[in-house]
């Protein structure tokens, strides 16, 4: 297991243990070796196709790519869901906003470090949209593990209060 406030580089993998879909550990879990392999510019005509668009109107559109591989299995995890919880990371310190579950956003970028029906062994490649605040930009990611907490709100998981952190730059 990886402990909560490592960092890493681009590419380097953790490993983690992840609840089950909304339900956390409590039926079950599953060991997840994740890595962010690569962030770059998306496709900028993202931003018109969001309904608060006027919030990231001069942002930017980011590629957080990456890879996910099932360790183990526990409970019924099988039967779910298992999600990475990966974010991008602004180089102000916040956390840059994301479009879970918006697939239709780009074909170039689908996945969202999130795995349907996980068995041990599958490996999948994945990403997800990260969207930089005007006057930021995106220099690196972040495991936060607790992907339910509201936007600007807390959690008391130890991954949410120290990410484990895949920075592009020193």
Not at 69 to 89: K, Q, R
Request: with cysteine.
């Amino acid at each position: 297991m990886t402990k909560p406030g490592t960092r890493l580089a681009i590419g380097a993998p953790m490993v983690a243990q992840v609840g089950i879909g909304v339900t956390g550990m409590a039926n079950g879990s599953t060991y997840l070796k994740i890595a962010v392999t690569e962030i770059e510019q998306g496709d900028q005509a993202i931003l018109k196709k969001l309904s608060n668009a006027t919030e990231y109107q001069g942002g930017t559109v980011y590629y957080v790519h990456g890879t996910l591989e099932v360790l183990a299995v526990l409970g019924t995890a099988g039967d779910s869901i298992a999600t990475a919880a990966v974010v991008g990371v602004q180089n102000d310190g916040a956390g840059a906003a994301g479009t879970f579950g918006v697939k239709e956003l780009s074909a170039d970028c689908t996945g969202s470090f999130v795995l349907t029906k996980p068995t041990v062994g599958d490996r999948q490649k994945t990403c997800t949209i990260a969207l930089a605040k005007p006057g930021t930009t995106l220099v690196g990611a972040a495991f936060i593990r607790d992907d339910s907490v509201p936007n600007g709100g807390t959690s008391d998981d130890e991954y949410f209060k120290k990410p484990v952190l895949w920075l592009t730059k020193g």
